[in-house]
């Protein structure tokens, strides 16, 4: 896990940002709003940690003699059904974080990292 991770998960919720000033309904929006930006920054950072894993894994010593074995063996068929699953699995994770940045920019007016 890498320490932007780290630091995310650790942070603690923010307090209502909202002025005494504006009222019941603007002081519900406003802890809503950082309630939100809470749980999108615990989320970005379970991606980030999810896809440091996934990397550890692909590049771990066991996994890569798994598929030379199979290279090796004539089995190209088992590293290449390997291949896609860790393909797809970059994919969803970047598609996820795109929308988790488009979610946070729109909804929330927040600009990402």
């Known amino acids: 896990m890498n320490l932007h991770a780290r630091q995310s998960l650790q942070r603690a919720p923010p307090n209502g940002l909202a002025l ?13 709003k950082a309630s939100m930006h ?17 990397v550890e894994w692909w590049n771990a010593p066991a996994t890569r003699e798994r598929r030379r074995k199979w290279l090796e063996s004539g089995e190209s ?7 896609v699953v860790n393909n797809r699995t970059t994919e969803m994770i970047r598609e996820m974080m795109a929308k ?7 909804s929330l007016g927040v600009e990402g990292s």
């Open 20 to 32: 005494a000033d504006q009222g019941p309904d603007s002081q519900t929006l406003e802890q809503a």
């Open 38 to 54: 809470t749980t999108t920054q615990t989320l970005e950072a379970l991606l980030e940690v999810i896809e440091c894993e996934r």
């Open 77 to 83: 068929d088992k590293a290449t059904r390997l291949q």
């Open 100 to 106: 988790l940045g488009l979610f946070c920019r729109w």
